[in-house]
């Protein structure tokens, strides 16, 4: 019997000020018109999670694709993973330098490779051979980005963090993008897509592109993505531990307000995170005073900034 389609996306979660607030859901909204006109056509879950996420790294206000955040250098460096939760094909970047879309060098990764992850230089050479085009790293940076790291390190310099821990206050930015999907056939799939953190060291990775920490699939559990600051994320390998929540029969919903929790009770972190089952319910939750979400299901749409819950 087939299935009324999900979609829900997350573009960050951080204290968004309130300038920033109607770009933000621009974005998300722009995102979810983008894998929606997939779902409704009866495209598959992981193409509608590729489109909605390709729109989000090609708008520059999020922290993903070109307007990413810069590191330590001054380059941008990015991380993307996708997954399907129908067979656990999954497909990851990291720190690559030359693609303006890293989530399609993923998908790539997923549907064509043996292998589930690449890094750096071989993951643009595989994209190259695989029909991307490179840019220029200088083509993904903005002066927007430049001013903030130099405004970020001049007062690192001045008043240096005793554990460096500053660089992750929930109003530094997390506009890390992710998108959640259910199609008519059942199917659920998830994609995450970043720039990391603000001056990162070069190599680093975060959680996102990490399978099981900033995304990930399975049509027996449920479909996750979150954001937030990547490192506590990933020592809790948070996307797991929630989809196991809800394979253990608890409700998206409450799994993801649980995620919150334990992140923030066992690591201190924060972030956010969207979660999704393969019967279409879904849970939105944060634990930073905002995150740039939407949805849409086939009786309603809303987007928003300050929700915990569908
Ligand atoms: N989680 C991302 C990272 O640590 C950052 C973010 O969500 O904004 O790389």
Redesign the pocket.
């Known amino acids: 019997m087939p299935t009324d389609p999900v979609l829900v996306v997350h573009g960050?979660?951080?204290a968004i000020p309130d300038d920033m607030v109607d770009g933000h859901l621009h974005g998300v909204r722009n995102a979810i018109a983008a894998g929606w006109r997939v779902l409704e056509s009866g495209g598959a879950a992981l193409d509608a999670v590729e489109e909605s996420v390709v729109i989000m790294e090609d708008d520059e206000i999020f922290?993903a694709g070109r307007g990413s955040f810069l590191n330590r250098d001054g380059k941008v460096q990015l991380?993307a993973l996708i997954m399907d939760g129908a067979t656990l094909r999954a497909g990851g970047v990291g720190c690559v330098e030359r693609l303006r879309n890293p989530v399609r060098a993923a998908r790539k990764i997923l549907s064509e490779s043996s292998h589930v992850y690449f890094v750096g230089a071989g993951a643009e050479q595989f994209a190259v051979e695989h029909g991307s085009e490179l840019c220029r790293n200088e083509d993904l940076v903005i002066a927007r980005e430049v001013e903030r790291l130099r405004e970020y390190q001049q007062k690192a310099a001045e008043s240096p963090a005793k554990d460096g821990n500053d660089l992750f206050a929930p109003t530094i930015?997390?506009?890390?993008v992710g998108a959640v999907a259910l199609d008519r056939t059942g199917n659920i799939a998830a994609a995450t897509s970043?720039g990391?953190?603000l001056s990162?060291a070069p190599g680093r990775l975060?959680?996102?592109s990490l399978i099981g920490c900033?995304c990930y699939a399975d049509n027996l559990s449920a479909a996750v993505s979150?954001?937030?600051?990547?490192?506590p994320?990933m020592k809790l390998v948070l996307a797991k531990w929630t989809a196991d929540r809800v394979a253990a029969g608890n409700l998206p919903e409450w799994a993801a307000q649980e995620a919150m929790n334990y992140l923030q009770q066992r690591l201190h972190g924060h972030?956010g995170i969207i979660v999704l089952n393969a019967q279409g319910q879904f849970g939105i939750s944060h634990n930073t005073p905002r995150m740039a979400w939407a949805f849409k299901t086939i009786k309603k749409e809303e987007a928003g900034v300050e929700r915990s819950a569908p």
């Open positions: 960050g979660a951080w922290d991380d930015s997390h506009d890390t970043t990391g953190t990162k975060g959680d996102s900033g979150t954001t937030g600051w990547g490192e994320i972030g």
